[in-house]
């Protein structure tokens, strides 16, 4: 039972490359989410996903674009990479459940 | 916009000493939530508050939610070193929200504990 797989776990690009962060969930959740975690910060989210087909934005979605390709995945783009994208991401799912989170990926832009 | 905001940003304990996180929202919640990131993982849900007034324990921790369904607590009573992580409260991000839509996190609280 993997929950929610995020990948890759780390990842290091230079300023103005462009990348796309994967997250898959198997527990059958409508609504995902994408957050970045900065030290003092919290977790404060980007973009959302209520369910298949739909998007909308977060607090922070400057700079990133979204895909909800299916139930199961959902995607968060980097079109043009700045150092102060330079953070954890969490993706999340929920259902009827509280979120569950993936693993992370640690992303540092040079 | 709304605002959920957590004291202290950091605690250092020894092993064995009580711990208190304190949250408070300048909004009314309909319910509260915490979790838990322990030291390089990813937050996982401790627990969910509804009720005014609602106290709720897990073995050693206890969470409190306020009457006005404002504020929130959590405490740790005779902390370990498996205690150690940083804890956040959570409350939906609209007035009235569905208990588990958007959320918005605390800055969260870093519990450190010396052996």
């Known amino acids: 039972n993997a929950g929610v797989t995020q990948t890759p776990k780390f990842q290091v690009l230079k300023t103005g490359q462009s990348m796309t962060l994967q997250c898959a969930q198997d527990?059958?959740?409508?609504?995902m989410y994408w957050y970045r975690q900065d030290p003092g910060m919290g977790l404060r989210l980007i973009y959302y996903?209520?369910?298949?087909?739909?998007?909308d934005k977060g607090e922070v979605p400057n700079g990133y674009n979204v895909s909800r390709l299916n139930k199961r995945e959902f995607s968060l783009r980097l079109e043009s990479a700045a150092p102060s994208q330079t953070s954890v991401y969490f993706c999340?799912?929920?259902?009827?459940?509280?979120?569950?989170f993936g693993d992370g990926t640690r992303l540092s832009i040079l | 916009g709304q605002q959920v905001m957590q004291i202290p940003q950091y605690q250092h304990v020894q092993e064995g000493e009580d711990f208190t996180t304190y949250c408070n929202s300048s909004?009314?919640?309909?319910?509260i939530q915490w979790y838990k990131q322990r030291p390089g993982g990813h937050p996982v849900f401790l627990i969910q508050?509804?009720?005014?007034?609602e106290v709720k324990k897990q073995k050693r921790l206890t969470f409190q939610f306020g009457e006005a369904k404002k504020n929130s607590s959590l405490h740790i009573t005779a902390t370990q070193t498996t205690d150690v992580g940083t804890y956040f409260c959570?409350?939906?991000?609209?007035?009235?929200?569905?208990?588990?839509?958007?959320?918005?996190f605390g800055q969260g609280t870093i519990l450190t504990v010396h052996p």
């Open positions: 999340a799912s929920s259902g009827f459940q509280p979120q569950h």
């Open positions: 527990m059958n959740h409508n609504s």
């Open positions: 996903s209520a369910s298949e087909g739909t998007t």
């Open positions: 909004t009314t919640l309909s319910n």
């Open positions: 508050l509804v009720k005014s007034g």
């Open positions: 959570a409350g939906p991000r609209q007035a009235g929200g569905t208990s588990y839509g958007k959320l918005t």
